[in-house]
């Protein structure tokens, strides 16, 4: 059955404003809550960059019952997979088992201020390689790689394990990711625009590649982003630490003054377009529909721009309440 999730995006509000909405959001009724990891937001006039495991840290405590996830830790540069590795087994054991790594292959907006980007290539076997620490780590393994490419380690193993074994979720947004989370990971995280692209070249993907490895399918974790807004000057509001997310270029861009600038280039209209609006939760029932119909997946969670978030998720606690019913 399809667990409800909201997703809680440091790009948008502060820390100890996720943490108010983590805590709503159980009391909601949503299962889940996922939240970003940025060092940078979107854009440099507008937004917040909280730290993502520290806020983490303080939702483990403020809340009781909702699986927690990072949505998503880059373990490649600013952070080494082992770090990551020990922040995922000491937050399981601070929620009491409720938390799942999730993982991608980084933006430039966060990684290249302290270091090097590389294009996608040397990231996905980046990846590969800390996948190869983080599962065995996870799992209460003594990892040694002392030959390895990028993340040599000799002897190493977490001292505060997790209760129990912690998921490892690779993010993708397309075939390539998706085939290695199949083979690699737990589980495979994306966000949807399109349902029918995303199925054909993620969640498919990931299925076949578990598939052809033997493996047990893949937990499915899917988002989707939309504004909630009554007319295009709300969403203008509600969308001003987004702007810069999809602009051209924003995923090897280090710098949210030049994606401030880009978007701000583009103009009102041409930002509108790039997102789904909605004046009432009831109008993303059918693309919901749509969504579990085809995709079925183990988590949807809802990632919604709003001027109010608090209003928000407990406005849209509803809809999740009639997707449940439809069952």
Not at 96 to 106: D, I, K, P, S, Y
Not at 112 to 135: I, K, N, Q, V, W
Not at 281 to 293: A, I, S, Y
């Amino acid at each position: 059955m399809t667990r409800f999730g909201w997703f809680l995006g440091h790009e948008e509000w502060q820390p100890e404003r996720l943490v108010t909405q983590a805590r709503r959001a159980e009391q909601a009724g949503f299962d889940a809550v996922l939240v970003s990891d940025h060092l940078q937001p979107w854009v440099d006039d507008a937004g917040s960059a909280g730290h993502g495991w520290a806020t983490l840290g303080a939702i483990a405590t403020a809340t009781r019952s909702a699986t927690l996830v990072s949505a998503v830790a880059c373990p490649l540069f600013r952070q080494h997979p082992v770090l990551v590795a020990q922040a995922a087994a000491t937050l399981d054991r601070l929620s009491g088992g409720r938390f799942e790594l999730g993982v991608g292959t980084g933006e430039g907006i966060n990684e290249a201020p302290l270091g090097r980007f590389p294009p996608y290539p040397e990231r996905l076997a980046r990846m590969t390689e800390a996948l190869g620490l983080l599962r065995p780590l996870l799992a209460g393994e003594t990892v040694q790689r002392p030959e390895a490419a990028y993340y040599p380690v000799s002897s190493i193993r977490l001292h505060s394990p997790p209760l129990t074994g912690v998921p490892v979720h690779l993010a993708a947004a397309g075939p390539r990711s998706a085939a290695t989370a199949g083979r690699l990971a737990d589980g495979v995280v994306s966000s949807v625009k399109d349902p029918e692209r995303t199925g054909r070249e993620v969640v498919d993907v990931a299925r076949a590649a578990a598939s052809a490895a033997g493996r047990t399918p893949p937990r499915v974790v899917l988002s989707s982003f939309v504004v909630l807004a009554d007319s295009d000057d709300e969403a203008i509001r509600a969308l001003r630490p987004w702007r810069g997310l999809r602009t051209p270029g924003r995923l090897a861009a280090s710098s949210p003054t030049r994606l401030r600038q880009r978007a701000d280039r583009l103009g009102r209209d041409a930002i509108l377009a790039r997102y789904r609006r909605v004046g009432e939760p009831r109008d993303l029932l059918g693309f919901c529909e749509l969504l579990l119909d085809r995709l079925r997946p183990d988590v949807l969670a809802l990632q919604v721009a709003a001027t109010d978030g608090v209003a928000a998720l407990e406005r849209f606690a509803g809809l999740v309440d009639r997707l449940r019913q439809r069952g």
